[in-house]
Nanobody, 114 residues
């Protein structure tokens, strides 16, 4: 499975960004996809995830502001980020989980300025 993430950038606090993660390769057995982030000096943390059945899970810090969704026809998962805060600044990583492996895309930088 190969993952291509895009959509990061610089935005002012209160603004919005949408991240995209396109999956290719052996995608038929993906159980779930998600977005993680890692800020400088901090551990990587789960932001949001969506299962093959459509169930979603969010970090408490982003509930009500971020929405994860997917387009099965495009094999793409999106993360709509609204009302961004400075503390959302991080490198965001897409991942895909299969029964026997987890795959990671290259990160995309999100920077929120005050």
């Amino acid at each position: 499975v190969q993952l291509q993430a895009s959509g990061g950038g610089l935005v002012q606090a209160g603004g919005s960004l949408r991240l995209s993660c396109a999956a290719s390769g052996s995608i038929f057995s993906i159980n779930a996809m998600g977005w993680y982030r890692q800020a400088p000096g901090k551990e990587r943390e789960l932001v949001a995830a969506i299962t093959s059945g459509g169930s979603t899970n969010y970090a408490d810090s982003v509930k009500g502001r971020f929405t994860i969704s997917r387009d099965n026809a495009k094999n793409t998962v999106y993360l709509q980020m609204n009302n961004l805060k400075r503390e959302d600044t991080a490198v965001y990583y897409c991942n895909a989980v299969q029964a026997i492996a987890t795959y990671w895309g290259k990160g995309t930088q999100v920077t929120v300025s005050s």
